[in-house]
């Protein structure tokens, strides 16, 4: 098992897909979604997260299945810490992969079960995220990255899910979401976000966590985050990042950075646009 800590992220440009590496010992990520699917794999230790209330132990070869928009943690079980590897397809990438493999378009997949125990699955992922971190032919890891995708698909995932959920508290919580999205940089208040909705301050912000697995102000600064993602890979300064993305300084947009991604924005830079 590793002493320290490390964590490295970088990105294949041929597919456009980010390929994470790590070992925590003590460093955890903060409660948080991204704006794409996660694909994660304990290599090693033990790996505890939270979503949606419940708390998740995640041994070695334990798959974690994210969807865009999933609220969760992620931090060390126990003082060994955990070797964990992962990948983040795109939205774009899991629609093709359903239609490639169902022959229609029935929208993005949806997974249920954020922890999958699936030996065969478990060994395809370790294969495909080793050979995209070896340059491996192009051939080889592009194969390899659509069976990958099918695979979860076809065994573990819903297309087009009914919604269940009360209608207008539904609609009342999509609107509140698109004004975060579109507001993002600016400094909201619940009683702000409340008046756009029939709900009450209180009211909301409980529907809220529970429809969309987190706060508001935890769903904005994971809004934040992406776009700083975004911006870094365009080339932007990191102090200016800091400042686009609506935080007082560049000291504490690094830290709560790191939390969100598992390293720091200068060394995301350097692995990830670069794509090594």
């Known amino acids: 098992m590793d002493k320290q800590e490390w964590s490295k992220i970088s990105r294949n440009p041929r597919l456009d897909v980010e390929i994470a590496h790590l070992f925590f010992k003590k460093s955890a990520f903060s409660l948080h979604m991204h ?4 694909i994660g794999l304990i290599d090693s230790g033990v790996q505890s997260f939270k979503y949606r209330k419940q708390r998740y132990v995640t041994p070695p070869d334990g798959l974690i299945v994210l969807n865009p928009g999933d609220a969760h ?11 964990y590897r992962a990948l983040y397809p795109t939205a774009s990438h899991m629609r093709r992969a359903a239609i490639e493999l169902t022959g229609r378009d029935d929208g ?9 125990d699936d030996r065969a699955l478990a060994r395809l992922f370790r294969a495909t995220h080793s050979w995209l971190l070896a340059d491996s032919s192009p051939l080889q ?8 995708l099918a695979e979860f698909i076809k065994r573990h995932a819903e297309l087009a899910p009914p919604d269940n959920r009360p209608a207008r508290e539904h609609r009342a919580i999509a609107g509140v979401k698109n004004y975060i999205q579109e507001n993002w940089r600016n400094k909201l208040t619940l009683t702000e976000l409340a008046g756009l909705t029939h709900l009450s301050r209180y009211h909301l912000l409980r529907t809220f966590c529970a429809e969309v697995g987190m706060p508001p102000h935890v769903y904005q600064e994971s809004i934040r985050m992406n776009h700083a993602r975004d911006l870094l890979k365009s080339g932007a300064a990191i102090n200016r990042v800091a400042l686009e993305s609506g935080f007082s300084d560049q000291s504490h947009f690094t830290n709560r950075f790191r939390r969100f991604l598992g390293v720091a924005p200068g060394k995301y830079v350097t692995n990830c646009t670069l794509g090594g």
């Open 141 to 148: 890891y592009e194969s390899a990255f659509v069976l990958l």
């Open 35 to 38: 704006d794409h699917y996660v």
């Open 108 to 116: 993005l997949p949806v997974f249920r079960s954020v922890r999958v």
């Open 73 to 83: 943690t992620g931090e060390p079980a126990g003082q060994a810490g955990f070797r």
